[in-house]
């Protein structure tokens, strides 16, 4: 008997998620950092977790403002430059 494979189509990621995580990307290399392994070493963040934020996986409140901690930012000051 075969099983049939079903396959998953992708969402598309709402472009307020995108918005996010590409800045918070961008602080990330603005900081310094070429890739997210070090950032996250530095700042004991989970590594594979924030590699998936920055990809747009979802992530809690709770690891987003630990990110923003990270960066030393307020939450006003990171949403400022965010065009949703």
């Known amino acids: 008997m075969v099983k049939e494979i079903k396959k998953v189509k992708k969402v598309p990621l709402d ?3 995108l918005a996010i995580c590409d800045k918070i990307k961008d602080l990330r290399i603005a900081a310094g950092y070429t890739n997210y392994e070090n950032f996250a070493w530095d700042h004991r963040l989970n590594r ?9 996986h979802n992530m ?3 690891s987003f403002l630990k990110i923003i901690d990270a960066h ?3 939450l006003k000051d990171f ?4 065009d949703l």
Do not use: A, C, D, N
């Open 60 to 62: 809690t409140l709770e």
């Open 48 to 56: 594979s977790h924030y590699h998936k934020v920055e990809k747009g």
């Open 79 to 82: 949403f400022q430059t965010i």
């Open 72 to 74: 030393g930012l307020k």
């Open 15 to 17: 472009p307020r998620i």
